[in-house]
């Protein structure tokens, strides 16, 4: 590493890029949407009205909201054995450019961040002819789940990387916020307007992708760029 010219004491660093999954790399919307429809069926409630509170609620609280009367534990087994079904099953798409940039990254330089599992996000990336990273912290690393900032501060620890040499990709509010609040520079996607508090947003992934490689092409010298 070389010091920043004309600032003696300073060094630049590699840059990171930590990347949530569905909804940002992969358009599982269809399927979480038939996942949720399945699980509203076998406990006999409306699917629509169902989807509507698990968009803003994590499993547990949309379990309490919509089935206060079943065992929580017992609702996400089901959930659970759901989305395993669809993994397996389940058609999947990435969106255009997530291909070409993950592969176009180099190794050791990205991680997943995600609030599904391990397994079924690797199922995924097989089933689109992703690259997998190193790292990938899921729910079951952390106990604090987004938009706690700690999934986020958890994938820089793995990667040896300083939260202010972290760009965060992500599409939703609960994600933004985790990784503005472990200090990282945010970048939106997927979504017609910005999410409140992104450093830049694009409406696709495709256009942020020679953004997002010449972010981690260029050293850091510290601080949320």
């Known amino acids: 590493m070389t010091s920043e010219p004309g600032r003696p004491g300073r060094t630049d660093r590699k840059r990171y890029v ?3 999954v569905d909804g ?4 599982a919307v269809s399927n979480q949407r038939r996942v949720w429809a399945s699980w509203a069926e076998r406990y006999g ?16 609280e949309t379990f309490a909201q919509v089935a206060a009367d079943h065992d929580p534990r017992e609702c996400l087994a089901v959930l659970h054995a ?7 099953s389940g058609v999947y798409t990435a969106f255009d450019g997530a291909s070409e940039l993950l592969h176009g990254l180099p190794s050791g330089a990205w991680a997943l961040v995600t609030s599904n599992y391990e397994h ?16 990938i912290v899921d729910a079951a690393a952390v106990d604090e789940g987004k938009p706690s900032p700690v999934p986020y501060v958890r ?4 990667l040896g990387a300083e939260p202010g040499d972290c760009l965060v990709i992500e599409d939703a509010p609960s994600g933004v916020r985790s990784g503005l609040s472990a200090g990282m520079t945010v970048w939106g996607v997927n979504a017609a307007t910005a999410v409140e508090g992104t450093h830049r947003h694009f409406t696709e992934l495709r256009e942020a992708v020679p ?9 850091s010298v510290g601080g949320v760029g």
């Open 18 to 20: 930590l990347f949530d």
């Open 24 to 27: 940002t790399l992969i358009d």
């Open 45 to 60: 409630l409306d699917a629509d009205e169902v989807y509507q509170v698990a968009l803003r609620t994590r499993p547990m």
């Open 82 to 88: 759901l989305e395993d079904d669809d993994v397996r």
């Open 120 to 135: 079924r996000v690797r199922g995924r990336f097989l089933r689109t002819g992703l690259p997998v990273p190193d790292v």
């Open 155 to 158: 994938a820089a620890a793995e």
């Open 211 to 219: 953004h997002i490689l010449a972010f981690v092409s260029r050293p």
